[in-house]
Structure formats: C-alpha cells, structure tokens
C-alpha cells in the first residue's frame, strides 16, 4: 500500500513504529521498496556514502535532484522524503520554498527533510503553506558540524536538553509531519516523542521514538570509513562485495570466466569464410 503523511500520522495514533532507510538509487530503492519500508529518505549523507566527501557540506541541489529522481522511480509504495542540502533554504524563506518546490517538481519527492528547529520555523511555515509535506530534523544536524565542533550527541545538560524540546515543539508547531531525532540521549527523545503529536523519527536515538532510520551502507556494513555507535549491521555485504570482486579478477586473469553458458554462438562456417 502506498505510504503517505497520513500513514505517518495514523501510525502515531495508533501507536505503531515506522521504518525508513536511506538509498540514493533506482536499483536500491527498488529492492527496500518491494522489502516493504514505509519511507525511503534521500539523505544529504549521499555526500559521504556516495560521492566521498568527508562531511555533507558540498552536496548540491544539482546532487539531490539527480540521486532524488532516481530514487522516485524505483520507490512504489514508500514515501519518498528529499533532504534539502546546507544553504538552500538557510539564505532565505524564499530560497527555501524555491528549492523544496524544485526537488517535489524535479526528483518527484514526496516530501522534503530540512535541519533546525526553532530557527528553521518560518522556512517549514512557509514550504508547508505551499502544500509540501516537510520532516523536520533535529538533535545532531550534520549541516551544522562545524557549529558545532564536530558529530557529537546534543542535548545531554539542562540547558541543550530543554532547547531540543522547544525546538521539536517549534517544528511541530511550523507544520511539519514528521521529526527526525538524530543522536539524542535515549530518554529525552522518548519524553520528546511523548510531547509531540507527530512522529518521532530517531537515529541514535534509542527506542523510545515513533519510528527509526539508517543509513543502509551502514546497515548493510558496506561504509568502513566510520560507524556510529548506534549502527546495527544487519549484514556485511562490503566483504562478501569484495570476496565477489576478487574472484571475478582471478577468474577473468585466469581465463575461467567467461564460461560456454556466458557466451553467444555463431556456425564455425560463417567464421571459416572471415578467415
Ligand atoms: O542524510 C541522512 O542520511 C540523514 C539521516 C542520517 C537521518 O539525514
């Protein structure tokens, strides 16, 4: 069945746990979508995990429209949600409206994912008003890595616990349908999740939230350059990718592939008369 922002809010209300995982790709996206996922997240993370940058700073509107479209066309029944990337809708609430408009118009989005909180409500005001559904994103927001001094866990004391709460409040209250909790303390993002009536999305965020997201190269344990704490490796597809690269070089240097079964015929005749 296809998923909607209704599915999201009936999935709050009735109290059952959502699932999202990113993909970047058609032939990705194909496979978590017949898997039965609820959203496939286009994350701004396809800097780091696809394209090799060490942080997702330089992701374009260019990037997300051209991963985002593929995306879309191998997603059938997940809501497929588009990270807007840093400085596309900071600049400006113009700015913001302007490129959520592009990645719905464009990569055929379903709705679009944004970081900030309380000062990032009249950017989700103003998208929502023009009839784009918008998950919020709060907690570490990665975009602002360099505020804040690296990729570490918020909201820990009083003060940053307190502001984390308003915030989710703030997006709630801009019309967002959905929160994503990135590293966040277990409790707070249960009690978070306990104020607000849209759903929680968390990641490293415990259990205590209406739903989870990961990243799937983590998931699948294909990106060894880090991995969270919070990451479960539900298989590790990169050594059994590279076991699969090496034999395919051994056989191919070895003469063993390509096989009778792998190869198209002709009648030795019409070769006799090229010789
Ligand atoms: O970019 C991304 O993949 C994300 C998730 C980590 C939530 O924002």
């Known amino acids: 069945m296809k998923n909607t922002v209704t599915t999201f809010q009936n999935a709050k209300i009735n109290n059952e ?16 979508d017949e898997a039965g996922v609820n959203s496939i997240l286009v994350g701004d993370s396809l800097g780091m995990v696809m394209l090799g940058y060490e942080d997702t700073l330089s992701v374009t509107m260019e990037d997300m429209i051209h991963h985002g479209a593929a995306v879309s066309r191998g997603a059938k029944n997940a809501l497929v949600v588009i990270d807007m990337p840093f400085m596309s809708y900071q600049t400006s609430v113009y700015d913001a409206v302007v490129n959520a408009g592009r990645l719905m118009k464009e990569a055929r989005g379903g709705a679009v994912k944004l970081e900030g909180g309380t000062d990032m409500a009249p950017q989700i005001e103003a998208i929502v008003k023009a009839s784009i559904p918008v998950v919020g994103h709060i907690g570490l927001t990665p975009q602002s890595v360099n505020a804040f001094g690296g990729f570490k866990v918020q909201g820990k004391d009083e003060d940053t616990a307190r502001k984390l709460l308003d915030d989710a409040k703030a997006v709630e209250n801009a019309g967002a349908f959905a929160v994503v909790l990135e590293c966040v303390p277990a409790k707070l993002a249960k009690l978070i999740s306990d104020k607000i009536s849209i759903p929680t999305i968390g990641i490293g965020a415990g259990n ?12 699948l344990g294909m990106y060894s350059n880090f991995t969270p704490k919070f990451v479960k490796k539900y298989a590790e597809l990169g050594l059994n990718m590279k076991k699969a690269f090496e034999n395919y070089i051994k056989e191919v240097q070895s003469g063993v592939f ?14 006799s008369k090229l010789y």
């Open 17 to 32: 746990k959502l699932t999202m995982l990113t993909a970047y790709d058609y032939s990705t996206a194909k496979l978590i």
């Open 258 to 271: 390509p096989e009778k079964d792998h190869t198209f015929a002709i009648s030795d005749d019409v070769i």
């Open 208 to 219: 205590g939230c209406d739903g989870q997201v990961l990243v799937y190269q983590d998931m």
